[in-house]
């Protein structure tokens, strides 16, 4: 079965640091996402993209995030100057199709860690 | 509005026993509910989904059971299994014309004992 892949599984990095997130989505899946889940804590949606743009994004999504699809397989999440707030399990997602009926597929997640 | 509220927190039952996971919704553009069953290091992966135009839906020992004019929605796993030990988010989703973005209700984390 096609799966969403991560990488890496884990990322430390120093506070005030750039950091990329990468993902691969299922190939012929139109629709990505970005969700972030602070430890214990439930999962929360960060941003939404299809074709080449952001279709929604939450107030987490400030202006240190940002997204692109730089090639027809990757979807990455950047984070401009991280906080140690920022430290959080971040799963990608993606769906054929944004009707209810089509379920989303999750990675296994990164989880970054702010030092 | 846009909450999904789930309880309980957390939750033991002994193996063989219905384990019950209860959430409450508020905005009625939701059309889509679907649990997730997530294991320690992995992402979140969909058990099973209900539209809000069905009572229930069985699939194997999960059965999501709805109740539209209160608007919650459980899930109740038959014949509870250690290995159903997991965290359990209930999430919901806006009809067509959105995202398709999900709401996350905040998690209930399952214990079966042998």
């Known amino acids: 079965e096609p799966e969403v892949t991560q990488t890496p599984s884990h990322q430390v990095t120093q506070m005030g640091q750039e950091v990329i997130l990468r993902c691969v989505p299922i190939?012929?899946?139109?629709?990505f996402y970005w969700y972030r889940q602070i430890l214990g804590q439930k999962v929360e949606f960060l941003v939404s993209f299809y074709n080449n743009e952001i279709s929604e994004k939450s107030e987490i999504f400030d202006d240190q995030f940002s997204v692109e699809r730089p090639d027809g397989s990757n979807f990455t999440l950047k984070i401009r100057s991280t906080k140690l707030e920022d430290s959080a399990m971040y799963f990608c997602?993606?769906?054929?199709?944004?009707?209810?009926?089509?379920?989303?597929?999750f990675g296994d997640g990164t989880r970054l860690s702010i030092l | 509005q846009q909450q999904v509220k789930q309880s309980p927190q957390s939750l033991i039952v002994q193996k063989g026993g219905i384990s019950i996971i209860n959430c409450a919704y508020e905005n009625t553009a939701f059309d889509y509910f679907p649990w997730y069953q997530q294991f320690p290091g992995k992402g979140p992966a969909l058990l099973i989904a209900i539209r809000p135009d069905v009572s229930e839906k069985k699939e194997g020992r999960f059965t999501i059971s709805f109740n539209k004019s209160a608007k919650q929605f459980s899930l109740h796993i038959m014949d509870s299994q250690p290995g159903d030990s997991a965290t359990y988010f209930c999430?919901?989703?806006?009809?067509?014309?959105?995202?398709?973005?999900?709401?996350f209700g905040q998690g209930t984390t399952l214990q079966v004992k042998p």
């Open positions: 190939s012929n899946h139109l629709y």
């Open positions: 997602a993606s769906n054929k199709d944004r009707t209810s009926n089509q379920p989303q597929h």
């Open positions: 999430a919901a989703v806006h009809g067509s014309g959105n995202t398709g973005k999900l709401i």
